[in-house]
């Protein structure tokens, strides 16, 4: 199975893009990136997911490279209120073909006022 | 309200005792899943269900059993064979196999006397 590895914590400043980095080396090509972020003690919540091309939603940019070994989830305007532990999952095919994530120990964001 | 409810929020057992968390879902979703967090880590994932009276073993199942008899529930049992009981549970559905997120419960946190 694929593994992430994030930086264990980061801090931004209020108002300023937080680019959160995540590596996969070891993916393979049908395998998604997911990210999700969990508030203390609370279920993680999704932000986004891609394959190859970078996408964008009302919360986050995704830009994976072109060799799909590391990606950056982008927060364009952090707020207070994005103050959590970031994950960058891979998703990979378990067994009779459900789909299955495998965490890492995730980045713990911090927003600074 | 639709979701995914956990209950209870807080649980507390003593040494050698089953326990059974409760999973319920409103989502129509197919899949379901039970994942494990310790203090300071990813989820881990247990037991995951495609389909009702179908289940699989995900990465830390011993110690551990479940059913699904219904579509909207997938009760977990911790049993006294688990060796380190004590951790955060968090329940997780989707609509089933194809590229749809997971949406997770509030989790339940178990700890073991």
């Known amino acids: 199975d694929a593994k992430t590895t994030q930086p264990p914590s980061m801090d931004c400043a209020e108002g300023r893009a937080a680019n959160l980095p995540c590596n996969h080396s070891?993916?393979?090509?049908?395998?998604?990136v997911y990210w999700y972020r969990q508030i203390h003690s609370q279920g993680p919540q999704y932000i986004i997911h891609?394959?190859?091309n970078n996408e964008t939603n009302e919360m986050a940019s995704l830009i994976i490279t072109e060799d799909r070994k590391s990606s950056t989830l982008i927060l364009p305007h952090a707020t207070l209120r994005d103050t959590a532990v970031y994950y960058c999952i891979v998703r990979v095919v378990g067994t009779s073909g459900t789909y299955k994530y495998i965490f890492g120990t995730g980045t713990r964001l911090k927003v600074l006022a | 309200d639709g979701g995914i409810t956990q209950s209870p929020k807080y649980l507390f057992r003593k040494e050698g005792q089953n326990v059974t968390l409760s999973c319920e879902q409103n989502?129509?979703?197919?899949?379901m899943y039970w994942y494990r967090q310790d203090p300071g880590q990813g989820l881990r994932l247990i037991y995951y269900?495609?389909?009702?009276?179908?289940?699989q073993k995900g990465d830390i199942a011993e110690g551990y059993s479940v059913s699904r008899e219904k579509k909207e529930s997938f009760p977990l049992t911790v049993t006294s064979a688990q060796k380190n009981p004590t951790a955060f549970y968090l329940c997780?559905?989707?609509?089933?196999?194809?590229?749809?997120?997971?949406?997770f419960g509030p989790g339940t946190r178990l700890t073991v006397l």
């Open positions: 070891t993916i393979s090509g049908n395998e998604y």
């Open positions: 997780a559905s989707s609509i089933g196999r194809g590229n749809n997120e997971q949406f």
């Open positions: 891609g394959l190859k």
């Open positions: 989502l129509n979703h197919d899949a």
């Open positions: 269900s495609q389909i009702v009276n179908d289940f």
